[in-house]
């Protein structure tokens, strides 16, 4: 089994309760808005890492990432982007069984015509009254699940931004 830990719109804020979620992860794939090279080079402590740009990577390490990535693990193929309306393929047609996209911070996991659709939610800086979260991907063979693992948060945890460091602190 595969577990792949997926993560989205940390915009600079990465939680240690986020890098304690992923911990067990053999990947992990970042769907944008991440917030500077440090989210994923901390991210890269725990495992290989795939990311690709989100609209808020706007500086110039954020235009050095791709605005989608195809990688298959195991029997399965991953599509990955950040903004699911800037989808440009059919995703069945091209054999993709799992599409994975942020910017919304809604967590959701829905089944669409044979492809199984992730938003992680947000894991960065918390918005509205959506919940903190990152989802969890696991790969045997041919057959996937994911899950949407809410962070716990302290009482007073706000919308503040903190740099990542390596040791996650």
Same mark, same amino acid.
């Given at each position: 089994?595969?577990? =792949?830990?997926? =993560?989205?719109d ?15 992860c053999m ?14 080079d901390?991210?890269?402590a725990?495992?290989p890492?795939? &990311? ?9 390490w954020?235009?050095?990432l ?5 990688? &298959?693990?195991?029997?399965?193929? =991953? ?6 309306a800037?989808l ?5 047609a ?31 800086? #918390? #918005?509205f ?28 945890a ?6 990542? #460091?390596?040791?996650?602190?």
């Amino acid at each position: 089994m595969q577990r =792949i830990g997926i =993560i989205s719109d940390t915009h600079g804020l990465l939680r240690p309760q986020a890098l304690c979620a992923l911990a067990e992860c053999m990947q992990i794939l970042h769907a944008g808005d991440i917030g500077g090279a440090a989210i994923v080079d901390a991210l890269a402590a725990i495992a290989p890492v795939t &990311a690709v740009r989100g609209n808020n990577d706007t500086d110039a390490w954020g235009f050095g990432l791709p605005a989608r990535a195809t990688l &298959a693990i195991d029997d399965v193929r =991953i599509h990955l982007l950040h903004d699911i309306a800037d989808l440009a393929i059919d995703p069945a047609a091209a054999g993709v069984r799992v599409l994975v996209s942020g910017h919304s911070h809604q967590p959701a996991i829905v089944q669409r015509d044979g492809v199984l659709h992730i938003n992680p939610g947000s894991a960065g800086p #918390r #918005r509205f009254r959506l919940p903190v979260s990152v989802a969890m991907l696991e790969i045997r063979g041919a057959e996937v699940t994911a899950r949407i693992v809410e962070l716990k948060l302290p009482p007073n945890a706000g919308a503040r931004r903190a740099q990542a #460091r390596p040791d996650g602190s």
